[in-house]
Every structure is written in C-alpha cells, then in structure tokens.
C-alpha cells in the first residue's frame, strides 16, 4: 500500500479527502506533507487539521511505511489548491485555474465539466478542452464564498 492510499483510507472515514500525499527531503529532514479537504465542502478548521494529523500520525506509527524519521505536516489546501477530480471543477466552475501540460501552461477559466474533460477559456476568449488526468491544475483566484 502507498502512502496515498494509507492517508486516504484513515481520513476518507472522517470526512476528508486528500488533494496532496507528498513525502520530501531525505535523511532527518524528510517531511511528509498531507493537505486535506472536507468531504462535505465546508471549510476546513484547525480542528479537523488536529483530528486528521493525530489518526493519521497512529496509523503511521503502526503501518510504519517511510524508512527514517519524518515529520508529519497536515494543512489545508491552501492559496495553490489543486483541482484533481471531475467534483473539483464543477465545484469551482467559473473560477480561473493555472493549468500545467507536457507541452507548457496556460490560466484560464472552467466553463465546462465534461465525464471524462474539461474545457477552459483563455483570456483572448480560446477555449481549449483537455482530459481529466491529462494536465494538473490550481485554483489561480479564490470564490468570494466557499464552495
């Protein structure tokens, strides 16, 4: 099992969902960061933060996945939110995203959500319609109200 899936499979029960399982740095500076969501949309608290990095700490200490010593880091997704899923864009529909491709990068705005693509629209009006999982996207501005 990957750290991915070990994260997920203890927070997914508690309302939350991974946006990033990312393990850096090496020997005693390694770090393992965890940012979270929650399920029901609402915005994440401190206290949930808590929650999730004391239950995902113990399962750690049992699985005992990372060689070494660590430090565990859970945070809320923050002013780079990453857009993943399919429920991401619709849920920010409308809002700019910064979009990063093999062949280069490009912000522009979700105007539709699609099963299996989404397309954007680019400042001098372009839309470009692209596969989900085929590029990696975050929010670029921020809702006025959360989503």
Do not use: C
Not at 86 to 109: Q, S, W
């Amino acid at each position: 099992m990957d750290l991915w899936e070990l994260v997920e499979n203890v927070v997914r029960p508690l309302g939350y969902e991974p946006l990033e399982v990312r393990l850096h740095g090496a020997g005693k500076t390694q770090v393992l960061t965890v940012r979270l969501e929650r399920l029901d949309e609402a915005p994440i608290t401190v206290a949930d933060l808590q929650r999730a990095n004391r239950i995902i700490g113990l399962e750690l200490d049992r699985a005992d996945p990372i060689r070494g010593s660590y430090r565990l880091e859970v945070e809320s997704p923050g002013p780079d939110r990453p857009l993943l899923t399919r429920r991401h864009f619709e849920r920010f529909a409308g809002l700019k995203v910064k979009v990063r491709t093999e062949e280069g990068g490009f912000t522009g705005r979700v105007v539709e959500v699609g099963e299996d693509a989404v397309t954007f629209e680019l400042a001098g009006g372009e839309r470009r319609t692209l596969p989900l999982g085929g590029f990696k996207a975050t929010l670029a501005e921020w809702p006025s109200e959360p989503r």
